[in-house]
């Protein structure tokens, strides 16, 4: 909650100043995320061998083609798993090409803000339009796109304005407009 996150920052400030509360906040984050990690795995031990068969889920795995998960009972973990396996190639591409910079800061922030979309849709029971995704090429696309892209020395910048344009601009932008006219027909 947001309460006692404002709490420990403003403890933390006062006990020991700016860098004492930056150096604070990330334990007490890893603190937290175990907390909560640790009670999930204790539920998800405890479920049945089966599937949630939750299109929560799968609205969130951008994979081309696949339309189900693949994890049975530990299908709630896919999504992370799959973020993670993206952030650290591209990062890995990025590092291993000196390539970290701002348009290398661009598209892992327009690519992250495409994954928070899609959390949020799939929340709200709704999915990315399919043309969008495909547009996104995909999670194995957009890897395999900026991997071929840095490996061959072309400029990052063409795929940071494409990968903000779309998933910050036109991404937003239909969403606007379809709840737009989802309130008009109310």
């Given amino acids: 909650p947001i309460g006692e996150r404002w709490l420990a920052i403003s403890v933390a400030s006062v006990v020991g100043g700016a860098g004492f509360t930056f150096t604070v906040m990330p334990i007490l984050a890893f603190?937290?995320?175990?907390?909560?990690?640790?009670?999930?795995?204790?539920?998800?031990?405890?479920?049945d061998k089966v599937?949630?068969?939750?299109?929560?889920?799968?609205?969130?795995?951008?994979?081309?083609?696949?339309?189900?998960?693949f994890f049975m009972r530990w299908d709630w973990i896919e999504?992370?798993?799959?973020?993670?396996?993206?952030?650290?190639?591209?990062?890995?591409?990025?590092a291993y090409q000196d390539l970290l910079g701002i348009p290398a800061f661009i598209i892992l922030f327009?690519?992250?803000?495409?994954?928070y979309d899609n959390l949020y849709r799939a929340l709200q029971g709704e999915q990315k339009p399919e043309w969008l995704s495909a547009l996104g090429f995909?999670?194995?696309g957009r890897v395999l796109l900026i991997?071929?892209?840095?490996?061959?020395?072309w400029s990052l910048t063409y795929f940071a304005w494409y990968f903000s344009l779309l998933f910050l601009g036109v991404s937003s932008l239909q969403?606007?407009?379809?709840?737009?006219?989802?309130?008009?027909?109310?």
């Fill in 31 to 47: 603190i937290s995320a175990a907390v909560v990690f640790r009670g999930r795995l204790i539920r998800t031990r405890e479920m």
């Fill in 51 to 69: 599937g949630t068969n939750s299109t929560l889920i799968v609205d969130q795995l951008d994979l081309l083609g696949l339309r189900r998960s």
């Fill in 79 to 94: 999504p992370s798993l799959l973020r993670g396996v993206e952030a650290i190639i591209l990062i890995s591409i990025f």
């Fill in 110 to 115: 327009s690519i992250f803000f495409h994954h």
């Fill in 138 to 140: 995909f999670l194995g």
């Fill in 147 to 153: 991997g071929i892209a840095a490996l061959a020395g």
């Fill in 175 to 186: 969403w606007v407009m379809t709840h737009r006219v989802k309130g008009s027909k109310r």
